[in-house]
DNA sequence: CGAGTTTGACCTGCGC
DNA sequence: GCGCAGGTCAAACTCG
């Protein structure tokens, strides 16, 4: 079984740091007592002062701990809550492929039948995270699909991604980490719309090919077929995340057959906002620590990248400076 | 100049 | 055998 399919993930990370709170300590705020430190002046009255300053402060650091604390959690929660549904979607990439092996012995006419229109991924600059809808549009089928040069090899899959584009992009181009070159153009009896053909580029020897072709019912759909697997691992990481920052990748998770390890390629890229970026990861180790760590370090990477964000931590961390 | 795209011609399979 | 349709080839063309 072999299967592609893009998933349309819309989920903002909300992180409030309340950092503003580090911004607004100006100098001026230095309790008094200490500022008589400073100066060298000592009596009772002022460490009576500096005693209740220092505990009003304690208080203050305390419900500022809560309250970093509350944040820490929350953000724990949205992280879990993430994960559970990153593994639905893993979950329901096996159930399906399960459906479609049981599907495929049907005839080519009859799938085509059954494409689903509704089973489309937005591709509109913005990639939203939502792994609770039904954005995901998996079709696979094996090699008793279409092709007869498939049928005699069994090991050869073929699957089927619908990709939504902006309707004022006429451009046949799906945009999947892999390098694609045209060597043909047909137009097809049942579609107005030309179809496509792609040969994988990166390696000579791969084998994989790629038709596009625009939905009859909607133009404004893209149906991609892929047939056969990549020998080679996918091509450029940085050419996937350079299109996803100009906003026309989809998020992408493809699935091998033959390997028994599956490629998850995971962009959530947004333009000019935190990205979180996990890429090459095998879906069955999400689960490990390896992997949950380097998705905090791609969190972190991309809090670190948010010009907001740093400006914000300089701000608190100079407050900090100024105040002691 | 090389790599990629376009496009008409050609090949192949299938149904009648 | 013939016609149709999908798939592929390759020369011409475009673009960086």
Same mark, same amino acid.
């Given at each position: 079984?072999?299967?592609?399919?893009?998933?349309?993930?819309?989920?903002?990370?909300?992180?409030?740091?309340?950092?503003?709170?580090?911004?607004?300590?100006?100098?001026?705020?230095?309790?008094?007592?200490?500022?008589?430190?400073?100066?060298?002046?000592?009596?009772?009255? %002022?460490? /009576? +002062?500096?005693?209740?300053?220092?505990?009003?402060?304690?208080? @203050?650091?305390? !419900?500022? $701990? =809560?309250?970093?604390?509350?944040?820490?959690?929350?953000?724990?929660?949205?992280?879990?809550?993430?994960?559970?549904?990153?593994?639905?979607?893993?979950?329901?990439? %096996?159930? /399906? +492929?399960?459906?479609?092996?049981?599907?495929?012995?049907?005839? @080519?006419?009859? !799938?085509? $039948? =059954?494409?689903?229109?509704?089973?489309?991924?937005?591709?509109?600059?913005?990639?939203?995270?939502?792994?609770?809808?039904?954005?995901?549009?998996?079709?696979?089928? %094996?090699?008793? +699909?279409?092709?007869?040069?498939?049928?005699?090899?069994?090991?050869?899959?073929?699957?089927?991604?619908?990709?939504?584009?902006?309707?004022?992009?006429?451009?046949?181009?799906?945009?999947?980490?892999?390098?694609?070159?045209?060597?043909?153009?047909?137009?097809?009896?049942?579609?107005?719309?030309?179809?496509?053909?792609?040969?994988?580029?990166?390696?000579?020897?791969?084998?994989?090919?790629?038709?596009?072709?625009?939905?009859?019912?909607?133009?404004?759909?893209?149906?991609?077929?892929?047939?056969?697997?990549?020998?080679?691992?996918?091509?450029?990481?940085?050419?996937?995340?350079?299109?996803?920052?100009?906003?026309?990748?989809?998020?992408?998770?493809?699935?091998?057959?033959?390997?028994?390890?599956?490629?998850?390629?995971?962009?959530?890229?947004?333009?000019?906002?935190?990205?979180?970026?996990?890429?090459?990861?095998?879906?069955?180790?999400?689960?490990?620590?390896?992997?949950?760590?380097?998705?905090?370090?791609?969190?972190?990477?991309?809090?670190?990248?948010?010009?907001?964000?740093?400006?914000?931590?300089?701000?608190?961390?100079?407050?900090?400076?100024?105040?002691?």
């Amino acid at each position: 079984m072999g299967s592609s399919w893009i998933v349309d993930a819309s989920q903002t990370f909300d992180l409030d740091l309340n950092l503003d709170s580090f911004r607004l300590q100006a100098p001026k705020d230095v309790p008094r007592g200490v500022q008589i430190n400073f100066m060298g002046v000592e009596n009772k009255a %002022s460490v /009576k +002062d500096e005693t209740s300053d220092l505990k009003a402060e304690l208080e @203050r650091m305390k !419900e500022e $701990n =809560r309250r970093l604390t509350e944040t820490l959690s929350a953000v724990y929660e949205n992280y879990i809550t993430l994960q559970s549904r990153l593994g639905d979607v893993t979950s329901m990439t %096996s159930e /399906k +492929d399960t459906m479609l092996a049981m599907l495929s012995s049907r005839k @080519r006419k009859a !799938e085509n $039948n =059954r494409e689903v229109k509704s089973d489309v991924v937005d591709i509109d600059g913005s990639i939203n995270c939502n792994f609770n809808n039904n954005n995901i549009n998996v079709e696979s089928s %094996s090699s008793e +699909d279409s092709c007869k040069k498939i049928k005699e090899d069994p090991k050869t899959m073929v699957s089927r991604v619908h990709v939504r584009t902006e309707p004022s992009d006429t451009s046949l181009v799906v945009k999947d980490g892999y390098q694609w070159r045209k060597y043909g153009q047909k137009v097809t009896r049942d579609n107005p719309c030309p179809r496509a053909y792609f040969r994988c580029s990166y390696a000579p020897a791969c084998p994989v090919k790629k038709k596009v072709q625009r939905s009859a019912e909607d133009p404004s759909v893209l149906v991609a077929t892929y047939e056969g697997e990549h020998n080679h691992p996918n091509c450029t990481k940085s050419e996937t995340r350079a299109a996803s920052n100009k906003g026309a990748s989809p998020v992408l998770i493809s699935s091998s057959s033959a390997s028994p390890t599956k490629t998850v390629t995971l962009d959530l890229t947004r333009p000019n906002s935190s990205q979180v970026a996990v890429v090459g990861a095998h879906h069955r180790e999400i689960d490990s620590p390896e992997f949950q760590r380097h998705l905090v370090e791609q969190m972190a990477s991309s809090l670190t990248r948010d010009p907001g964000f740093t400006s914000a931590l300089a701000a608190a961390i100079s407050g900090r400076i100024m105040r002691y």
